[in-house]
């Protein structure tokens, strides 16, 4: 090869302030003070990437919110496990969450939060013997639950709801299908047959169980086809719920329900490709925005409460 020499001195360039740049002083954090508000931590935070987005998926929720449009929550059941539903209750109360969809197990654990105040069994130690899920109370009472509900023509989020705050159970003030059941907003389960421990039991009858879930599948695409202008937020589902949303999301389009301008927003500790595709992208193309979220619920989902809180405390 021939040896050709390069005289860099030679070198196009071109002045530093001509040039676009993704970063810059101005969108810096600014220096915190040890008394903090919450608007004040999120007006200082930087202005990139996740602090931004954050901020953006807050202002979407508060819009909606001003402009009487839903915001619903779709949730797998590690939400309830780590003890956020105090915050997802009050923006509830608050009327910024108008509906919430909830995968099989999300029932199984609020329901033993109600009945016994504590819930999450270590499966390792119950696997080997064949104990794990075999809690008598879990099975029997929530089967029967989901029974009574098929006979009344419910869906089996509104029949576990009603289970637990007519029977007073004793920690039902801190139960979301009960809670929700007493202020009549829509809770949807959408189960996977196997999946969930009441499903061993004597007590289930898949019949019932199917027909309850079918019921709040048709209820949950009627929310669905409510949200243009609203947002979608899809908090610690990987599989099921992203699978249901974007069937919901398919079936009203199908019947002509227009759902332009939808936010939606994946929150979840991993990054996971159904949620990001079925939630965040797919639904979103053309018309709307999608946002993730990526960090452990126990500290993202409240600092996103406490930033809604915020400006409607303004």
């Avoid at 994946?266 to 193309?285: A, C, I, Q, W």
Wanted: proline fraction near 3%.
């Amino acid at each position: 090869m021939e040896d050709i020499k390069l005289d860099k001195r030679k070198l196009a360039t071109y002045s530093l302030a001509s040039r676009p740049s993704k970063v810059s002083v101005n969108r810096f954090a600014r220096k915190l003070n040890g008394k903090e508000s919450v608007a004040g931590l999120l007006d200082k935070l930087p202005g990139f990437l996740a602090a931004d987005d954050l901020k953006n998926v807050i202002n979407a929720i508060i819009s909606a919110h001003q402009h009487q449009h839903p915001t619903l929550l779709g949730m797998g059941a590690h939400a309830i496990k780590v003890g956020l539903t105090p915050l997802i209750l009050q923006l509830v109360e608050k009327k910024v969450i108008h509906g919430i969809a909830l995968n099989g197990a999300g029932i199984i654990h609020d329901f033993e939060l109600a009945f016994a105040g504590h819930t999450s069994e270590e499966v390792a130690d119950g696997i080997t013997a064949g104990n794990f899920g075999m809690a008598q109370e879990t099975g029997e009472l929530l089967n029967r639950a989901i029974l009574l509900g098929d006979r009344e023509g419910l869906g089996l989020g509104t029949a576990i709801g009603k289970m637990i705050w007519e029977e007073k159970l004793p920690h039902r003030e801190l139960s979301l299908l009960g809670q929700c059941y007493r202020m009549q907003i829509p809770v949807t389960v959408h189960v996977a047959l196997g999946t969930d421990i009441i499903h061993m039991h004597a007590a289930a009858d898949g019949a019932a169980i199917g027909r309850t879930s079918f019921r709040d599948f048709d209820k949950f695409c009627t929310m669905v086809a409510q949200l243009e202008d609203g947002v979608y937020i899809n908090l610690g589902s990987a599989v099921v719920l992203p699978e249901v949303f974007l069937k919901a999301i398919s079936l009203v389009r199908n019947l002509g329900h227009q759902i332009n301008n939808l936010t939606t927003v994946n929150m979840d500790f991993n990054r996971h490709y159904r949620s990001f595709e079925n939630v965040v992208k797919r639904p979103t193309l053309g018309s709307g925005h999608g946002y993730q979220l990526i960090g452990h619920h126990e500290i993202m989902f409240p600092l996103l409460v406490a930033g809604i809180l915020a400006q409607l405390d303004e």
